[in-house]
């Protein structure tokens, strides 16, 4: 149990397009999800926290009309890189939390690499 | 802020051989504690996790503790396996104070050698 699939895994698009990248809980409600991304050997930074029905919230520095954000349904997110350019190219990963009965878990997907050419 | 500091890598092993990766941790509050592995071109895949002092996460033979007066979570294996070759990053993250955010290690790249 408690899968999330990110789609797709790996894109590649000409500068100035747009791509979106979606992340959904199979078997559980996930009424939060996460957006991070992971430049090449380095760790893994919030981008921001997705919130079914409401507006995400975006960590400082993260451009909130660039990298779109919709949490439209308790199983799907979706993040829009908007006008993308080489300098967006990276690996982003999604995490959905979800009620473990007594506690809680996390549970990533399984990335996408975004390359930017 | 919560952070999360991590022994640098990378960190190379013959087949066998005893690992520890060391994690400390500052938090507010009291978090849970995790330690996530990622193959190369993977995602996360989380290896165990701690949610309160004391509490010891274990799975594949890896085994870590949440030791609160030393603010560490240090990941061991008595005997690593090539197939361990991986970037590993310790965790944290805390519902109740920061909506559930996961900090991240600055990870840690174990390479084992047969």
């Known amino acids: 149990g408690a899968v999330v699939s990110q789609h797709p895994s790996w894109v590649i698009c000409k500068s100035g397009t747009s791509v979106k990248i979606e992340c959904r809980s199979l078997?559980?409600?996930?009424?939060?999800m996460f957006w991070y991304r992971q430049f090449p050997k380095q760790s893994l930074m919030l981008m921001a926290t997705?919130?079914?029905?409401?507006?995400?919230?975006?960590e400082q520095g993260v451009e909130k009309d660039k990298f779109l954000i919709n949490h439209a349904s308790l199983t799907l997110s979706t993040l829009t890189v908007t006008s993308a350019h080489p300098e967006d190219s990276s690996f982003y990963i999604c995490?959905?939390?979800?009620?473990?009965?007594?506690?809680?878990?996390?549970?990533f997907g399984s990335g996408t690499r975004l390359t930017v050419v | 802020g919560d952070s999360v500091t991590q022994m640098e890598g990378p960190v190379t092993l013959s087949e066998e051989a005893f690992l520890t990766i060391n994690c400390t941790y500052t938090?507010?509050?009291?978090?849970?504690l995790f330690w996530y592995v990622q193959y190369p071109g993977e995602g996360l895949q989380l290896l165990l996790k701690?949610?309160?002092?004391?509490d010891k996460g274990s799975n594949k033979g890896f085994e870590a503790t949440y030791r609160k007066e030393t603010t560490s979570f240090h990941l061991e294996k008595g005997s690593v396996q090539v197939s361990d070759s991986a970037v590993y990053f310790c965790a944290l993250s805390d519902l109740k104070t920061n909506a559930g955010k996961s900090t991240f290690g600055d990870g840690t790249t174990l390479t084992v050698k047969p």
């Open positions: 997705s919130n079914e029905g409401s507006k995400a919230t975006y």
């Open positions: 078997d559980f409600q996930a009424t939060t």
């Open positions: 701690a949610t309160k002092a004391d």
């Open positions: 938090a507010t509050g009291y978090p849970s």
């Open positions: 995490s959905a939390v979800r009620d473990a009965g007594g506690g809680y878990g996390y549970t």
